[in-house]
């Protein structure tokens, strides 16, 4: 049981193979989660929420079912002792361009923080572990020793979002720098998505890592000069849910990213298309641009 002036950690979800208790808790924790090879792209007609309907909207369009890409998934590496794969819960950021109609998604967000990069070329998104980078975990912090919390911030986070990450030979975090001509156009704009409090539920805790987020902007500006111009950077806040069980059965705690290159085809055959991006957060349309090339 949580100290009363705790809340439960944005962690990523422990989980023992062998432990038959676990099984089914696994799936609840990691719905969206699938491996990197198993990532599915949209149909070709964008569905919007209509009124009165974003809250279905939302269910089913982040669902496990639906057709979006995961920004959220596990790993696996090669257990010596138990000489089996076992899975394992990153960071993750990934990158996509325009070029066809693509639905991004992430659910159970309840501490962790997000960040989405939108240029007119493309997307790149990013989720990150509450217990693996802002409030780090006692065992992690052995396993990890003699790193500090802050190095390891730096590694986990802003050496990520500059250099990118790869775990067992695959991206788990694509590099923001690799990607920085698709996005600084001049349209680009740039979403914190982050919880209103941090695990400490007493008012040291109700502002979250201040210090934290402002240095994730700062690296973003030192890749990406023209979002520290006015209106690029927009810090979106959501209210962390006080009972695990609403992230299931409502969208709290869930983000969508759509995007449609044909939103309404070119009239002729010289035409151009108008195309449409969209990013919502939980109730709410937090970004639309739509424009032709």
Not at 37 to 43: A, C, G, S
Not at 65 to 76: E, K, P, Y
Not at 84 to 95: A, G, I, K, Q
Request: aromatic letters at 8%; one cysteine or more; charged letters at 30%.
């Amino acid at each position: 049981m949580l100290p009363r002036d705790q809340r439960e950690t944005c962690d990523a979800p422990s989980y023992d193979p062998d432990n038959p208790s676990h099984h089914n808790a696994r799936r609840v924790d990691l719905a969206a989660m699938r491996t990197m090879n198993n990532m599915t792209l949209v149909r070709r007609v964008m569905d919007l929420p209509t009124p009165g309907n974003m809250d279905d909207f939302m269910m089913r369009e982040t669902s496990l079912d639906g057709d979006s890409i995961a920004i959220v998934w596990q790993l696996h590496e090669f257990d010596k002792v138990k000489k089996e794969r076992v899975p394992y819960d990153v960071n993750t950021s990934l990158y996509y361009d325009f070029s066809q109609a693509r639905s991004l998604s992430a659910i159970r967000l309840k501490g962790c923080t997000m960040m989405a990069v939108i240029s007119r070329r493309g997307v790149f998104i990013g989720h990150w572990w509450e217990n693996l980078s802002f409030s780090i975990d006692d065992d992690l912090l052995e396993k990890w020793a003699p790193k500090t919390p802050e190095q390891i911030f730096r590694i986990n986070v802003l050496d990520g979002i500059k250099n990118g990450v790869t775990e067992l030979g695959k991206p788990s975090q694509m590099s923001l720098t690799r990607f920085a001509q698709e996005l600084g156009d001049e349209h680009v704009r740039a979403f914190l998505i982050r919880p209103n409090q941090n695990k400490d539920r007493n008012s040291n805790g109700k502002d979250g890592y201040p210090e934290q987020w402002q240095r994730m902007r700062d690296e973003v500006v030192r890749i990406l000069p023209k979002i520290n111009e006015d209106g690029r950077w927009q810090t979106v806040i959501y209210d962390v849910v006080p009972q695990a069980r609403f992230l299931n059965t409502s969208p709290r705690g869930r983000l969508l990213f759509k995007i449609d290159p044909e939103h309404v085809p070119a009239a002729t055959r010289r035409g151009k298309a108008t195309r449409l991006a969209v990013l919502w957060l939980e109730d709410r349309e937090i970004f639309r641009d739509q424009w032709q090339d």
